[in-house]
């Protein structure tokens, strides 16, 4: 919802602030700016044109995981099957259906490689620029994005069919697109708050646990089951050893023409979850799961569907009297029962709670909600905060701030307690406290700890809260 906030304030003149009146920097700007480039042209709030927005990248994304299939696999069924699996895609249900910077990346990831495939061939100055757009735009969107200029350099170089020199000076340009649009804007943020990206601290995770949870959220891509961190571990390295032997010993065999073709979506797979697992571990920001790795589930498809094309191949190959393959094909579409049925409980889930998170038929009844928007008297205090601001200001319209920290989000690292401390006793007497029964954020100070430090007086007790005004000690 921060995203819905950042466009409103843009398309008013107001610049790049967020609900709680505090400069973005913390992601970069692209989705915001298009939200608000939709609501000035278009005049639909970005709260209403993130939905449609989503529904066209959906479709582009379908699109182009259908040709990049289509450049990678011999199987016309295999092509089909795999474009059905990104359709009925339980994981993408639950990102395009949420106000999320994730889908717009994707599908700049997906420009990236198609275009790149092109290049691979070509070595044209035209795709080169093409992709190096879609790098520049990617970064833009989500900072992970700088993985695209890692890995974009290593396949100009290793899987370009250019000579060297032209290998160097392809390598310069597309760093130079690639880079200064985000340069510029990181550049903004040190002017601004005196941080390249914002206060991070550090991960409540450590660098195990990150692997097995990124293990864990692929592997429950495509089969239904419950493994240990072992198990996983050695389900994943095992499969990677048997898939790489594979594509070498066949794309060896072939003149390296598969290998060349498929590396660069494997060297992003690799590269992506790398960088995920070690941000994750030395950064706090959400568990490691189906939102993080979204990015790399087409581009793992296209991998895991390659395998199937190799095994496919060789069946029609040795078997062709038989009907091998036909049985092959027939597997193939009853293992993809698994993800499709979750994908049609997830669909089920989504229209019985009418929405989910603040979209949700829960949220829209909440009783704390209902009140702020009766109860417009509030408006002449000086200040609000809470422990879900963002909820307040979509659902009641009202600018809110973060109730105090206690410790860094989703971290175990201490905010400054001079700072925190200082914050509380600057509450003034008109300034209200709207706090959630149902919001459990360990990083802010409790109720009981903030009576300890302020005082407070409750308003009203509802149902699903409580509102209090609140002041310095």
Known sequence: MFYISVARHISDGAGFVGYDGDFFVLEPPLYPVILAGIKKMLFIDPLLSAGYLNAILSGLVIYFSGLLLSMNLKS????????????????????????????????????????????????????????????????????????????????????????LKSKFSHILIFMIMAILPTGLWIFRNYFLTGTLVGQRAGSSYTLFENIIFLFDTVLRWYLPVQ???????????????????????????????????????IIFVLFYSGIIVVSSTTTAYDRIGDRLMSPVFVPLLIIVFLF????????????????????????IILWLEYPVL????????????????????????????????????????????????????????????????KTFYNSPQPV??????????????????????????????????????????????????????????
């Not at 199937?308 to 597997?331: A, E, R, T």
């Open 76 to 163: 016309f069924q295999l092509i089909i099957l795999g474009t059905i699996s990104v359709l009925a895609s339980f994981v993408f249900i639950q990102i395009f259906l949420n106000a999320l910077s994730e889908p717009l990346f994707i599908f700049f990831v997906l420009l990236y490689l198609y275009y790149f495939n092109i290049y691979r061939v070509r070595g044209a100055v035209s795709s080169l620029l093409l992709f190096s757009t879609a790098t520049a735009l990617a970064c833009l969107t989500r900072y992970v994005g700088v993985i695209l200029i890692l890995t974009g350099s290593i396949s100009i170089l290793v899987w370009g069919t250019n000579t």
């Open 227 to 265: 493994l240990n961190g072992t198990q996983l571990f050695f389900i994943i390295i095992i499969s990677a050893v048997i898939f790489t032997g594979i594509v070498f010993v066949n794309s060896w065999k072939k003149g390296d023409r598969k290998l060349n073709q498929i590396a660069p979506v």
């Open 308 to 331: 199937l094309d190799i095994i496919l191949n060789k069946l029609s190959k040795y078997f062709h009297h038989w009907p091998v393959s036909d049985l092959f094909i027939i597997g």
């Open 342 to 405: 979750e994908t049609i409980r997830e669909g089920n889930d989504y229209v019985q709670k009418s929405g989910w998170g603040y979209g949700g038929k829960a949220w829209k009844d909440n009783s704390v909600i209902n009140y702020l928007i009766k109860h417009k008297n509030l408006k002449t205090g000086n200040s609000f905060y809470s422990n879900a601001p963002e909820a307040v200001y979509i659902l009641a319209n009202k600018g809110t701030n973060w109730s105090p920290f």
């Open 416 to 473: 400054n307690l001079e700072l925190s401390l200082n914050s509380i006793s600057k509450l003034e007497n008109k300034d209200y406290l709207i706090w959630f029964n149902n919001i459990d954020r360990n990083c802010l100070y409790t109720i009981e700890e903030l009576r300890k430090r302020t005082n407070m007086s409750k308003v009203v007790q509802l149902k699903d809260g409580e509102i209090y005004t609140i002041a310095g000690k």
